[in-house]
């Protein structure tokens, strides 16, 4: 994965996954899927430049970026961390979980990315694990059961492999 992000990024990653694809407008959401995977989010410069390209109006495209819940039109940062706060979850203390998480990212239900980049932290609606409430997911791991401490725990474990491969 890249580590530059900005505007500024060439386009060439992205007109790679766009031949990959076969500029097809019927694989939108593929197209849409790698470009996020490599820019952590949807870049406005590129949504457009991605229409021109498929021959499809920045306004379809920008339709279906903002339709899915799994794509963002923000930066995100280099791990993504969820907690559900869904009725199982939240009778469960997700809520303590959730308390514990923002105090130690210094983040708000407004801000959800620290401001090195390093972590976004979102709450969900439902990770459909409901029997393993209440459900932490740190990028792709699934977490069931977790207490705040197990969830600090978690973010530690987190930067000391970021120190060890820095």
């Given at each position: 994965?890249?580590?530059?992000?900005?505007?500024?990024?060439?386009?060439?990653?992205?007109?790679?996954?766009?031949?990959?694809?076969?500029?097809s407008?019927?694989?939108?959401?593929?197209?849409?899927?790698?470009?996020?995977?490599?820019y952590?989010?949807?870049?406005?410069?590129?949504?457009?430049?991605?229409?021109?390209?498929?021959?499809?109006?920045?306004a379809?495209?920008?339709?279906?970026?903002?339709?899915?819940?799994?794509?963002?039109?923000?930066?995100?940062?280099?791990?993504?961390?969820?907690?559900?706060d869904?009725?199982?979850?939240?009778?469960?203390?997700?809520?303590?979980?959730?308390?514990?998480?923002?105090?130690?990212?210094?983040?708000?239900a407004?801000?959800?990315?620290?401001?090195?980049?390093?972590?976004?932290?979102?709450?969900?609606?439902?990770?459909?694990?409901?029997?393993?409430?209440?459900?932490?997911?740190?990028?792709?791991a699934?977490?069931?059961?977790?207490?705040?401490?197990?969830?600090?725990?978690?973010?530690?474990?987190?930067?000391?492999?970021?120190?060890?491969?820095a």
């Amino acid at each position: 994965m890249s580590t530059d992000y900005s505007a500024a990024h060439s386009f060439t990653k992205v007109m790679e996954i766009l031949d990959r694809f076969e500029r097809s407008e019927t694989k939108i959401i593929p197209i849409l899927q790698a470009v996020q995977e490599e820019y952590r989010y949807l870049p406005q410069e590129v949504l457009t430049f991605i229409a021109t390209s498929l021959g499809v109006s920045p306004a379809r495209l920008y339709g279906v970026a903002t339709f899915y819940s799994h794509f963002s039109l923000e930066p995100k940062g280099k791990h993504i961390i969820k907690m559900c706060d869904g009725t199982a979850c939240h009778v469960r203390g997700s809520s303590a979980v959730i308390e514990a998480i923002r105090e130690r990212l210094n983040l708000t239900a407004k801000k959800i990315t620290t401001d090195d980049m390093m972590y976004t932290f979102e709450t969900v609606s439902c990770l459909g694990a409901c029997g393993l409430a209440p459900v932490l997911v740190v990028d792709d791991a699934i977490y069931g059961q977790v207490s705040a401490q197990q969830a600090l725990d978690l973010i530690e474990n987190i930067e000391i492999k970021e120190r060890e491969n820095a």
